[in-house]
């Protein structure tokens, strides 16, 4: 059978870092609150002019160094992004362009948090497929873009960021035991639109909008589903929560981090978190986490991954990866 493995990736922060005690200066919130609540501590942010693009391109940069390839080798590109530079085109084409890529396509997806996740699935089917042998899937995001600065409860939660992830078909036996992509998951349930949406758009506003949600109603649902998704993609790859070596969750908040591992029986020792540095990057928090894991030698080829992510929407998804 064929399996999309991964050949490589790579991530990119913005330079400027912002700790949480920068808040306290314009906002009724603490640094202790932050952390006791979220488990973040710092989150860059992209500069002034500085775009989601400018930001998938030095990932894309680092993925294709890592990997050993140039952009001539990639075939498309799948970048999940909610904050795209323009309505349209897509972000994956100014990325396309700036690599090198001379033929091929390339496309963006947008599951907010839940991005990169669709985003995999998508790369997934096309190279399973056999409309594509590699492809490059990003998760770009510029969200201090979209931040009601007065709202303490939504604006020191995110942060900006990007990562990539190379993926190449080879053959596998169609065991549990091949490298690369081996089950994914996706839902949505668009009745719970107001409990996470941006108040702005094309279509209806005309301005980009900023980001309003009820925190505490997604954290409530947040748990189940992601474990329920998690066990759902295991299942389909004839595994169970025994044979996971890292959770790569989506980095929102360390309370929903631990409470979902534990749901699904697996010990933060086997968790790779980000969020302290990083903040909630949406659809950018799982290739980043993943991209910092792989250089840090934490995640290791071989292993297997879960991950797992839910946002706006509701979207919400998990995949197995074998390193
Ligand atoms: N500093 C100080 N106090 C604050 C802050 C802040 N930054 N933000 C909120 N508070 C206050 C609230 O006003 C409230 O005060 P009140 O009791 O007087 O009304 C109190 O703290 C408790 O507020 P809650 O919202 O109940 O706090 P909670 O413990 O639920 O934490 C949080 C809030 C961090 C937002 C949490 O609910 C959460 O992480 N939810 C999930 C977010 C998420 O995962 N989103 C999904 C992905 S994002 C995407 O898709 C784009």
Known sequence: VTRAVTMGCGHYLPVRVVENAEFEATL???DQWIRERTGIERRHFAAEGEL????????AFAALENAGLTGADIDGIVLATATPDETFPSTATKVQTAIGMTG?????VQA?????IYAM????????SGQAKTIMVIGAETFSRIMDWSDRATCVLFGDGAGAVILRA??????AADRGVLSTDLNSDGQFHDLLYVDGGPSSTGTAGVLRMEGREVFRHAVHKLAASGETALERAGLSAADVDWIVPHQANLRIIRKTAEKMGVGMDRVVVTVQD???????SIPLALSVAAASGQIARGDLLLMEAIGGGLAWGAATLRW
């Not at 989601?52 to 990932?59: G, Q």
């Not at 091929?104 to 963006?108: I, R, S, V």
């Not at 990083?278 to 950018?284: D, R, V, Y």
């Open 112 to 116: 907010v948090c839940a991005g990169f």
């Open 28 to 30: 009724d919130t603490s």
């Open 104 to 108: 091929g396509y390339a496309f963006d």
């Open 170 to 175: 080879a053959e596998g036996d169609g065991t």
């Open 52 to 59: 989601t693009s400018d930001l998938a391109i030095k990932a």
């Open 121 to 128: 699935t998508t790369a997934n089917a096309l190279i399973v």
């Open 278 to 284: 990083h903040g909630n990057t949406s659809a950018a």
